[in-house]
């Protein structure tokens, strides 16, 4: 498989139900977000993973909880969201923060998970 | 901060024509990154095209290419001899050339919705 992949594509989960977004990338990146899209407002970033290590945090609430193993799998754990959060969960990587120049500043996006919180 | 706009909610082709897609940004920053996604019903973000702010040459890839008027923060999208395939939504994306922090991150604009008439 190439490029980036999310698993599941689509959930629909209750308020009091705990899930989790996976992420996987296949490209030998170093660097990994997560970012949300709502309806008609600009994708949020949510997360960033640098070399394992979290480097952004956008004020994000607690109900989401992002867990990064290894420089290739990115995961998003939810636990009791609200109707609100209902979106599209995008992850995407990049080469890492290593120094300028170069591509490593382009980023690659998944498909996305559509969350539906009921 | 850095703000990215795209002005045209949602702009119309007929295939075979040209069409341009305006975004304009506002920095303090003289290096920078920017980037034009497709986003098509799929909702998988696809690059279509990146821009170095130190480089006085429009890139083109193909069909697509920009116009890059530094001076005026100005950053458009032109498609030549659109396809049925183009229709999506394009988001414009700013990344700043400094990699402290969250200085590093993507800033989207709103999209622009593209329809191609056959």
């Known amino acids: 498989e190439t490029g980036v992949t999310q698993t599941p594509r689509h959930l629909v989960m209750g308020m009091t139900n705990k899930k989790s977004l996976k992420c996987e990338q296949h490209l030998g990146h170093n660097a990994m977000y997560w970012y949300k899209q709502s309806a008609k407002k600009p994708l949020e970033l949510m997360f960033v993973?640098?070399?394992?290590?979290?480097?952004e945090n956008n004020s994000v609430p607690s109900r989401f909880s992002p867990e990064c193993p290894n420089s290739s799998h990115l995961f998003l754990h939810l636990h009791t969201l609200q109707p609100e959060d209902s979106a599209l969960y995008l992850c995407?990587?990049?080469?890492?923060?290593?120094?300028?120049?170069?591509?490593?500043?382009?980023?690659?996006f998944g498909p996305g998970t559509r969350l539906l919180v009921l | 901060a850095q703000t990215v706009t795209q002005s045209q909610p949602e702009m119309s082709v007929q295939e075979a024509e040209t069409v341009t897609l305006s975004c304009t940004y506002d920095t303090s920053e003289s290096d920078y990154y920017l980037f034009w996604y497709k986003q098509p019903p799929s909702r998988q973000m696809i690059l279509v095209i990146r821009q170095e702010a130190y480089k006085q040459q429009n890139a083109t890839e193909n069909r697509f290419s920009v116009n890059f008027q530094k001076a005026a923060k100005s950053f458009s999208l032109k498609i030549s001899d659109s396809q049925l395939g183009d229709a999506a939504m394009y988001f414009c994306a700013y990344r700043s050339a400094n990699y402290g922090g969250s200085q590093g991150n993507l800033i989207f604009g709103k999209g622009t919705k593209l329809s191609v008439k056959p």
């Open positions: 995407a990587s990049s080469q890492g923060f290593t120094g300028r120049g170069g591509g490593e500043e382009t980023q690659y």
């Open positions: 993973y640098n070399f394992k290590e979290q480097t």
